[in-house]
């Protein structure tokens, strides 16, 4: 079950031929898939297309309806795999994943994928993660499309132009019989906007159909002669088609005057922020009509030399705006220029920053900086000479505090590193890697823990070359996520084979977490269309690990501590693994929730659990905050004068985990952490013996408070 | 600077922490703008902002006519660049102001001024939360105008969440030209928690249109609540209290409390003791010095006295008090029962504390001994102070108060306080600054077990480094510097930095 449903947006798809559709650009993606009669959909989840794949899975049975294939693949390298249904057969096939990082997983199928060549539409959207939000490293995808000759899409950002480019896309790769990428950013993977919508296609040819009726051809496998053969083809034939098709179909775009004596070359996705820029330099009005040329390129692989030349006709100078390094397309266009020895002159990453994001400012500054001085007369009298009187605002860099992302309230993953930093308090510090998922955040404080992350399934990979062992044994942290994607063969393989010396901890937190909430192998749920419950521990003894403890409740931080400690210290040969589940928490307060209010309100016996801080017994030396980290667990300053320091305080937020009064146990912290379970609508019994109870208590209580002072203020 | 033709745009950013709803505060401003005639545009970066990360959303609208094209929009907010900006928590409403989304010439800026601490002030072993302060004089200089209050609060109260009250605010900024009914009708559309949404909606409108201008209340001089209890008790209490009225005001301020909090610790002799150790202090403070050294003693020999205990624990969490604060923050209801569970978890070290002072010296000189009450002791006890066992357990412990005076840890403390005072006072005569930093040094000393042995060994070797500079005239400032120091992290890394610079010069 994903964290976000679409359930209620998914009817949005079965709109027709002159209806609108308003909402999210992932929508939209889906919907223009249903348009244009894919035959078969999949993808690995990750940010920034994660709701893609749970919107694909929302809609699964609308799919089923038109005779189209969901999968839910394993991994990246899965779901390209899956296009090799496009090679023989003329079925329209999309998946979906993550840029950068997935592409890089999934380069091996794309290479091959690239080098059969495709008959059906076979196209890859890749969700860029780049720029402010973005969890991984900053690369571009377009590498990938350079070196194995497919080609790459860059939409305006809005959803006319997204659905259209789907629309092209697949119409291109069968046009060139190359699988096509088209690369939506992470703001126009969540951007809103409208689309008039067609009616949903059935595939002219079923995946089941085609099953029926195999088809193959050595010609497209990647074998040798053959392979020789389709390199040869991707330049004489495959290229030179896209070029046509791309040039006929008009899929780059020209705004603005046809004379004047600059021009700017942009990506597609860049086109937003450069009209804004424009807006405010005066040179643009509300709508993006323009007084300075655009060439916009929604494709940005490959590129056409005669579309460009024309756009530079007449022009002194032009401006590429490509975010990203290197600056690949200005190369290209430069070399472009320079064959045809033109004398236009081409700006780019001199005036833009090579690295980074073009945000708002840097659009601004550097389209103004080079309108200044290509084209000063284009620009209005207050943008040359700015008369700005701006008041000097305070610097809050030192007062405001970063804040990354960390662990949730209540998060199961949280005691299996206060337990890891216990550990570490007796041996000394390890030597850890870590993986791909939530449990990175662990890096951050107050655990610090972990100190490299090697790509999602590899962080016990990471530490192979420890796996000979050592005065203290290395040790590496893997998601379940990143267990069922790649980690079985990368790392535990790997590890078992090697006799690895060292210990990995596998957190499942029943879900693909970090990236939404997806199930996997080895979730709980009852999925009805997709295999879940099989034990972790099962895969692990059946790649002949034997050292598995299974901890099935993480919050105990005490077992947690004694389990990792004895993993460090056994005797026993071979990789020591410990596989801690425990739900994550996000998913269970969104399942469990409701369920509870209205058991309170069906009248059944619940018990509500929440921690609390009696403030008088803590003295505000925050031990408990470094070994927890929770969200719920603040700190809050006393109306005491002859108190200094702030004292741990929980809030309303607390979902009663467990984790303080454990971690306050296993790390002999203070006494001042109690949990208080509410009973709702309690038996007939219990509230008998409360009375009870109560009442000798309450005799004990004012017995004493009888024999001494009362102060007001005091407990 | 304000572009005319780009006056038609209503650009309005949102910062909030993950997990606030923020998402859902930009579907209804979408939503009310689309019914209000608008184009409107939303973006944001989810990803792992849920996870207690901040966020940006960034919602871009403009009048827009069916058949006309539509407005393009940018997908990110841009420095100078934004009419309204809402920050969902203080630090998030600095962060707008250092990314530059707040400006004089055009922002609204409407800010929460509840905090929901960063993972770094919260950990630090002395006091680091971040300035509130510094952000709002900040703001009052950055922003066209500002509308601040706590939003939280005001949600909460309202049975209701953030997103709702600071969507109230925007209302009542009337910073969007569209009226009220349209923003109410957006939250109806949403169809979850409409009642409470709406109410919280309202109150955040008021708070907005018609702001009170804050009072600054002085910090309101501690109140004093009434003390009662038996006449016999009352009669010597009023001696007491009487002796603390004729101290100079600076000092009587904080030994008001100070008397309060050791005779609540142990009993009215305790605190006739502590007015004694006060008077020595006074005895040779100084009226010009304005009493800094007897103000600060009156405040940490009471922390001294008080030290914390199996006894002193066991009484806070057995009083009828207690029971009855903890039903009211945990919203208890008639209708339901509370379970109450404490966690424990003695040492010998603390058993050991409650042997009589020479018994209890001798086991702890004795290792085995020792390992045997660990062995006996040392274990994670969860007790349940709703039931009567437990309870009673407690109860007894807590009414130890007797024999505490006897007990190791007495002997212990007491010795430890009557050092540190005598090193203190030895300083007055040649420098008084110094003297009053060492008694502040007492701040150090907390926790339990481990983290108090801790905060021992950093009150030490704060001292230890103070006595190489001792002579120095600037000696009381590097006292100041090596407790903040080690008021910095646990480990102490930031002391050890101090130190070191100390033993290089001295």
Known sequence: MAERSFKAEVEHLRLGAGETFTGEGILAITKALLENGVGYVGGYQGAPISHLMDVLADAEDLMAELGIRFEANANEAAAAAMLAASVHYPIRGAVTFKGSVGVNVASDALANLASSGVNGGALVIVGEDYGEGSSIMQERSHAFAMKSQFWLLDPRPNLPCITKAVKD?????????????????????????????????????????????????????????????????????????????????????????????????????????????????????????????????????????????????????????????????????????????????????????????????????????????????????????????????????????????????????????????????????????????????????????????????????????????????????????????????????????????????????????????????????????????????????????????????????????????????????????????SECMLNKQRREKPLQQKAIKDGRRVEAPRFGVDEDVCTGDHACIRLSGCPSLSVKKLDDPLRDDPVASIDQSCVGCGNCGEVADAAVLCPSFYRADVVHNPTPWEVRLARVRSRVIGWLQSRRAAHRLSFGDAP | MADPRLSGIIKLAILAVGGQGGGVLTGWIEDLARSCGYAAQATSVAGVSQRTGATVYYVEMAPHRTGDPTPVFSLMPAPGDVDIMIAAEMMEAGRSIIRGFVTPDRTTLIASTHRALAVSEKMVPGDGIASSDEVMAAAEIAARRVIAADFDALAIANGSVISASLFGALAGSGALPFPREAFEAAIRAGGKGVDGSLRAFGAAFDAAANPTPEVPTAPAAAKITPVSGPARLMAEWDRLATRVAALPAPVAELAQPGLRKVVDFQDLRYGADYLDHLARVLAVDDAARGWVLSHEAAKYIANAMAYDDIIRVADLKTRGRRFDRIRKEMRVKDANLLQLTEFFHPRAEEIVGLFPAKLGARIEADPKWMARLDRWFNKGRRLRTDSLRAFLMLHLIGGLRGWRLRTLRHAQERAHLARWLEHALGHVATNYDLAVEIIRCRRLIKGYSDTHARGQSKFDRVLEATAVVASRADAADWCRRLREAALKDEDGKALDGAIATIRSFA
């Open chain 1, 169 to 581: 896309g697949f119409e291109l790769s069968e046009a060139s019989n190359t699988p096509v990428m088209l690369m939506v950013r992470i703001r126009s993977c969540h951007v809103t906007g409208s689309f008039e919508t067609r009616d949903n296609q059935r595939p002219k040819l079923s995946v089941k159909d085609a099953l029926s009726n195999p088809q193959s051809d050595f010609a497209r496998v990647v074998l040798p002669p053959m392979s020789y053969l389709h390199e040869q083809d991707k330049i004489k034939n495959r290229w030179p088609n896209a070029e046509k098709f791309i040039r006929e179909r008009a899929l780059n775009e020209v705004f603005g005057p046809k004379q004047a004596p600059v021009g700017l070359v942009l990506q597609g996705g860049m086109y937003n922020g450069v009209i804004r820029a424009l807006q405010r330099l005066g040179l643009a009005d509300l709508h993006g009509k323009t007084e300075v040329p655009l060439y916009v390129l929604n494709v940005t692989y490959p590129l056409l030399s005669s579309e460009f030349l024309e756009f530079c006709d007449g022009k002194d100078q032009v401006l590429v705006i490509e975010e990203g390094q290197p600056e690949f397309i200005e190369q290209q266009l430069t070399t472009f220029l320079y064959r045809a020895g033109s004398t236009v002159r081409l700006r780019g990453k001199d005036i833009f920053p090579m690295a980074g994001e073009y945000t708002g400012q840097v659009m601004l500054d550097a389209i103004g900086a080079f309108l200044k001085a290509a084209a000063p007369q284009m620009l209005p009298a207050t943008v040359r000479a700015p008369n700005e009187d701006r008041p000097q605002i305070p610097d809050l860099t030192k007062t405001v505090p970063i804040r990354p992302p960390g662990f949730c309230t209540g998060c199961p993953e949280r005691p299996i590193f206060a337990a890891m930093k216990l550990v570490q308090q007796e041996t000394g510090k390890l030597q850890i890697s870590a993986d791909i998922g939530c449990h990175l955040f662990a890096a951050l404080p107050p655990f610090e823990i972990g100190g490299a992350t090697m790509g999602y399934g590899l962080g016990p990979a990471a530490n192979a070359a420890f796996d000979g062992g050592g005065e203290r044994r290395p040790v590496s942290i893997i998601g379940d996520g990143g267990f069922w994607h790649n980690g079985l063969s990368s790392s535990f393989t790997n590890m078992a084979f090697n006799k690895s010396d060292g210990v990995a901890v596998i957190v499942d937190n029943y879900y693909s977490a970090a990236t939404g909430g997806q199930d996997i192998m080895s979730s709980r749920a009852d999925n009805p269309t997709k295999a879940t419950k099989h034990p972790i521990t099962k895969a692990l003894k059946g790649i002949g690990i034997d050292w598995v403890r299974q901890v099935d409740n993480t919050y105990d931080v005490g077992r947690m501590r004694d389990v990792l400690r004895e993993a460090l210290t056994t005797d026993t040969p071979g990789p020591k693994v410990i596989v801690a589940s």
